[in-house]
């Protein structure tokens, strides 16, 4: 069974909650959480993962390489299995890559709210 990826990122003194779970649609499911409340979703699916022009056979290798992510040997249900397919997971090293990514983005969408670019979200 392959389970989701959860972290918890810290910015200005907000705990956003992080979490991308996949779904039985063959697609991705990330939800971002204050306090418990949703205050952004979005579905992808792994054919858009794989068309995006961030997506190369090249960068995949140079995670594994740069140990960001690892191989996982476990796989789902054979029912619902492709053997050509391969499933990995982020590192301790890949969490926090992607945790200072995530902060990044988040600066970035405090920007574009303090500049009216996008709806202000006020905290409850």
Known sequence: MLTGFNTDIKFNDVVYHIQTEPRKDAGLETTVYVKGAVIHSFRSSYQDLLNSPDYS??????????GWIEELEERPDPALDDER???YRLTGLGEKVANLEAERLAGLVR??????????????
């Open 57 to 66: 056979e090249d960068r995949l290798k140079r995670m594994l390489e740069d």
């Open 85 to 87: 397919r391969r499933y």
């Open 111 to 124: 920007t574009a709210r303090e500049h009216g670019l996008l709806a202000r979200w006020e905290e409850t």
